[in-house]
């Protein structure tokens, strides 16, 4: 793993923050850091061109979805996933294992492998795996540890994460401490097959190392938490993920989690956190020494007409802090842009009125250029508070944005 | 009307083919030119910054659309249409007259202010002008010559169209022969109404003036069309559009009518045509002296997945001449470029199999890229057109795309 390194920096004085960086193969993610989510390898509605330009450091694109379309021997054909979208820097995949068992949940049956009556949910797990219908055509595919292992090696990564059990919310505890050590189990079989891939590669000297994180699950309970931390930290995975942390529990039981979890972690690997990205939680995970998160919010958000501002702003219309409705009728003939301290692209040059025209109209174009804004937005937001920490300011910007 | 001022650098020897230049007061078209059709003030999918990057030196807005949303007074508050939509080369508007006829031509019912039980046709014409019912939500407006002025002159564009009736098709020759004299009188309305508007402009200094185009219109009977170039040809307007040409006649019909009505028109005012634009239909109309036109057709079939290319590629799987299918499984896994020889940001980033997979995951970036390839690659034919023609190589040029 000679291209994969972790150095931290600077650790805050108050707080467990730390700002360092992650260097891969396709060049350095400095840390704290937002992944922003390109689900189908593609960050929706920006080309690479203005994802550069925003400053995005790395994207993350779900195994799952790929597997489906266009299938990871195409995207291996093609020379990897950074070819085959043209992304020159690092890239992160996930296991597959939350879609298939959001799939599930999202099932109107719910559960896992419960047979009712002529119904049946989408995915049934057993030791070996989950064997799963496609959200697109109910075909049946069937993921295990090593085939989530051959998927992401063939996708080409510069991260990828082990596969996991994503416990769905609310579970007995009973439940999440199978589901926990079906998933430990499951960490020791990717390290099994990724160190064999490895053994090989030297070997051929044909393709590059990718860095394999571990995933820490165990629910909301804090004995399965600290001790899926401790046995997941001591693998010799390249860095942590926290997994089962956007499913549903509230941002006081996902701080508890961050709480439990992270003191238990290796401090010298990096820590990413599945799924989570509002502003709130952005200071409180990296307050709590979580180096990399990865959300689909700032888009999902930005192509609902919801752009992100400071919550001081008095223009400020709805209850949700830090966002604007752009599409709402007082916007009409605002001349102003979204945030006249922005230096983006969309705040440079166009007005709220127009953002209000593009989404009432269902312009394509007003999905760009919110979407383009609102990660604009958290890039800066992070480079802030990557230099707030050295500056030992970090708890003095997080009480100027959460006041 | 000193802004606007058309020259002709060169005539084909030929053919009556020109090169020439347009200058408006927010810059110059060189012709013969292509003008992509951004019907609610946005280009399908692509920034301003994208189009820039292309060469797009002008755009056209339909004035129907904007009429409706976000409103014409809107758009004038924020400063108009250049200033809405931070563009500052030229734009152009039409009428609003073909969306209204057009809107009542696709009503199941037909025909025009023809009540059929409880059922109204979706517009009513009068000598006054049109009333019509909003695409949206079925409201009620009213559209006149002197509305459709005021209309446009509050959008602010530098190139306006007058008020006409769209022909529909096919129309008798006795229907057609009463729009077109109605079309001849509206026209004197629009002038008239625009003559006092410059009037107390350049009393007040307040607002830059605006071209006016006068529309040819007859239908496909030869008679009327060589009437109505005359009568429109001898009109103060600043230049001529020639309408009606698109809505259904066939290609034929359409080279007959610009072979009736060019040789009419005044040689020194540029010509329009309304809704043109295939490639075939491109080496038509500069071949017969036509110096602008606008389509829909590179960005809408950009967004079905259909890339332009040269017709004798071997790759090209449809029927249809310079059109690739790129969502065909054939594409799958293909490495290439749309197209090898193109310089696009598509073709300099991506992979036939990177787009494929886009349009068939339904992503957003799908239609921004394949807009970018169409209308670069239809940029950069007008680009060779442009050249062959005083290189007195445009026949050769005609020969080589059509063979």
Redesign the interface.
Known sequence: MADFQFKIHFLDKKTKARVGEIKTAHGVIKTPAFIPVGT???V??????QLAEIGVQCFFVNTY?LYL??GEE?VN???GLQQ???WEKPLMTDSGGFQVFSQARNNKFGGYGVRVGEEETLCRIDEEGVTFKSFKDGSVHRFTPEKSMEIQQKLGADIILAFDECTYYPATEEYAKRAMERTHRWALRCLTRMSNVKCQMSNLKKQRPQALYGVVQGSVFKGLRKESAKFTGNLPFEGLAIGGVSVGESKKEMINVLDWVIPLLPKEKPRHLLGVGEIDDIFALVERGVDTFDCVMPTRLGRMGQVLKMSNDKCQMTNVKWTMDITKAIY??D?RPVDKGCQC?TCR???R??L???F??Q???A???ASYHNLWFLERLLEEIRESIPAGKFLELKQRWLK
């Open positions: 189908k390898a593609s929706k509605s920006l080309t690479n061109a979805h379309q266009p195409v054909k093609l020379g085959f979208i043209d009409k003939d001349r692209y040059n166009f007005s009125a127009y209000n025209h593009l009432r109209s312009e394509l174009l999905y760009t250029l």
